[in-house]
């Protein structure tokens, strides 16, 4: 297969992330026999510091001629630390997301056997975790209307959704739950928020179509707490904007790290793979920053596509460096392994996916190990 891909590694580690999702993706095409061009253009900080603006015109440009966009980290304390700042490197996804029409954020929530004592959580009530959100991408309060007054006192933000808005992502997740274990769970808070009764109402209709999927309703603040308490009873779970934002993240900490969630943001005809972490600039340069996100969202890539033997090359790989433990500090505190010789070992093992692997105990300590 032949694939365009534009690159945006972004602001803070993600250039040291996608580096290694890239190496993945050279080994797929070598051992697979595809051809994948890339492109790489700025995003986020370090365009505003080029162009003055989060998202130049030529980078939305290559990116509408790609066939899928790798998406690296965006944002930098100098923005964040600016309440006054008009301009924000996050506008720049924010605009690309709504540009290319990418309305439903895709984001799998996986507990590793391996990782499991890396969990805050119990490993009885962690054991077993697999769901996926989906979340809807470019409505909702981060789009509506934005006011202020004069005097900077009284601020308000429009939450506004439409049928077609919820009718699209809902068949989607609807479409996952049915090949999956066929549940799905709509979160909202219908309780209070007209926007979420509309919610329910055309999902509850939808959900006529697809019979073999049990469909259930919770609360968005039960639902983070049910996150927690028992997070293995979930399937699908289906969710507006703002609320997926923050529920994903919380999903995110139950594997034990934020740095092995990715995630999908499709539309139509437009696919952005990207990890959820964020740009972490107190990593960058260190070669600390965990890879694996950043490499699950190229499999997320290679799916999207149809090619599932080879995502499924991405994602045995990197059970291997986990199962061997060549992982960086966030997963294992004492591990001398950095972001570059995790991609060089995640990448090896797609090539050469029956090495058998001796690991000198000696040199593990040292954080080097022997390939033999």
């Known amino acids: 297969m032949n694939l365009k891909i534009a690159v945006l590694p972004g602001d803070g580690i993600g250039p040291e992330v996608v580096a290694q999702a890239l190496k993945c993706l050279q080994a797929v095409e070598e051992t697979f026999n595809h051809n994948f061009a890339y492109k790489e253009a700025a995003v986020g900080a370090m365009a505003i510091d080029k162009k003055r603006t989060p998202l130049p015109d030529s980078t939305l440009s290559l990116c509408r001629e790609a066939d899928a966009v790798l998406f690296g980290a965006i944002g930098d304390p100098k923005y964040d630390n600016d309440p006054s700042a008009t301009v924000r490197p996050e506008q720049g996804l924010l605009k690309l ?22 969990s805050p959580l119990k490993k009885e009530i962690v054991s077993g975790t697999d769901f996926v959100i989906y979340r809807e991408l470019t409505g909702g309060i981060y789009f509506g209307e934005k006011k202020l007054n004069k005097a900077g006192t009284i601020a308000s933000d429009l939450c506004e959704y439409s049928e077609k808005e919820i009718s699209r992502i809902a068949h989607l997740a609807f479409k996952a739950a049915k090949s999956r274990r066929k549940k799905l769970t709509l979160v909202d808070k219908a309780n209070v928020l007209e926007s979420s009764r509309l919610w329910r109402k055309v999902v509850t209709r939808i959900g006529e179509s697809y019979p073999e999927v049990q469909l259930d309703f919770l609360f968005v603040d039960n639902a983070a707490m049910q996150i927690i308490l028992n997070p293995s009873q979930f399937d699908v779970i289906l969710t507006e904007n703002m609320f997926g934002d923050i529920i994903s993240d919380e999903g995110s900490v139950i594997g034990g790290s934020i740095g092995l969630l990715a995630s999908a943001s499709v539309g139509d005809e437009n696919g952005l793979f990207e990890p959820i972490h964020g740009s972490y600039p107190q990593a960058r340069g260190k070669d600390i920053a965990n890879p694996i996100a950043s490499i699950l969202s190229a499999a997320m890539l290679l799916e999207h596509f149809g090619l599932y033997e080879e995502a499924m090359a991405v994602r045995q790989a990197v059970d291997k460096s986990l199962e061997k433990g060549i992982v960086t500090p966030d997963l294992n505190a004492k591990s001398q392994y950095g972001t570059s010789h995790v991609g060089d070992f995640i990448a090896h093992n797609i090539v050469d996916s029956e090495d058998d692997f001796n690991m000198n105990d000696e040199n593990i300590d040292l954080g080097k190990s022997t390939i033999i």
């Open 97 to 118: 997301r709504k540009e290319l029409g990418l309305f439903a954020n895709i984001r799998p929530v996986k507990v590793f056997p391996s990782l499991i004592k890396n």
